[in-house]
């Protein structure tokens, strides 16, 4: 069974800091990583999609990677704002169904 | 474009009541679904449908239902509310899945409690 894991829970830095999101999954066999962005009492927002047969996607000041042999996808975040603080989530389509990390609560301090 | 829109927002209910939340999407989407989201967990999906009068179930279904009578609509009925439904739910569209480049659309959510 497909599982997603996101470490860490939380993340607090300053702004300005360059930083980087992990997420990693247990089944090498996904069609496509997707990023999304949570803002309290809200819905969810795409970020990136990368499919399996690529390596990564960017867009703007994020940038994400994907190795399917280790198991792993980061979401590089340049240059961070305190706009950019939100609940990061990552998900893998695993059998044409999402299979959902539990996300990681990032704070940007001014 | 409205996008995908929930109601109600927020919900309170007693134990055994029902009560239907609402999803409509103007985005001609095919693909429709349902989520729960609980604290410390990952999203995970309900019921799904593929286009007008077809649904599937996903990993946590009981003690839900849904129906698709037209392509906009997709309302997630629970029949009997039980304390362990108490979540955050989100419905989501996309043209064709979640699969290849296929990105979903996501409503604002219904907080729902039951006492």
């Known amino acids: 069974k497909q599982e997603v894991t996101q470490i860490p829970a939380a993340l607090s830095v300053p702004e300005g800091e360059n930083l980087v999101l992990n997420c990693s999954f247990t089944?090498?066999?996904?069609?496509?990583l997707q990023w999304f962005r949570q803002d309290p009492g809200k819905g969810l927002t795409s970020l990136l999609l990368?499919?399996?047969s690529q390596r990564e996607q960017t867009s703007g000041r994020l940038n994400a990677s994907l190795d399917k042999s280790s198991g792993r996808s980061t979401l590089y975040i340049a240059a961070s704002q305190p706009g950019d603080s939100a609940t990061y989530l990552c998900?893998?389509?695993?059998?044409?169904?999402?299979?959902w990390g539990a996300g990681t609560k990032l704070i940007i301090k001014p | 474009n409205a996008g995908v829109t929930q109601t109600p927002k927020f919900q309170v209910l007693k134990t055994g009541q029902s009560m239907t939340l609402q999803c409509a999407q103007d985005?001609?989407?095919?693909?429709m679904s349902w989520y729960r989201q609980d604290p410390g967990m990952g999203l995970r999906l309900i019921h799904y449908?593929?286009?007008?009068?077809?649904?599937d179930q996903g990993e946590v279904p009981n003690g839900y239902n849904v129906s698709r009578s037209t392509t906009e609509d997709f309302p997630l009925r629970l029949l009997s509310a039980a304390p362990s439904q108490t979540s955050v739910y989100f419905c989501?569209?996309?043209?064709?899945?979640?699969?290849?480049?296929?990105?979903?659309?996501f409503g604002a959510g219904s907080r729902l409690t039951v006492l």
């Open positions: 989501a569209s996309s043209y064709g899945g979640v699969s290849g480049a296929n990105v979903l659309t």
């Open positions: 985005m001609n989407h095919e693909y």
């Open positions: 449908s593929v286009g007008a009068g077809i649904t």
């Open positions: 089944d090498s066999a996904i069609y496509n």
């Open positions: 990368i499919q399996s």
């Open positions: 998900a893998v389509d695993s059998n044409y169904q999402l299979i």
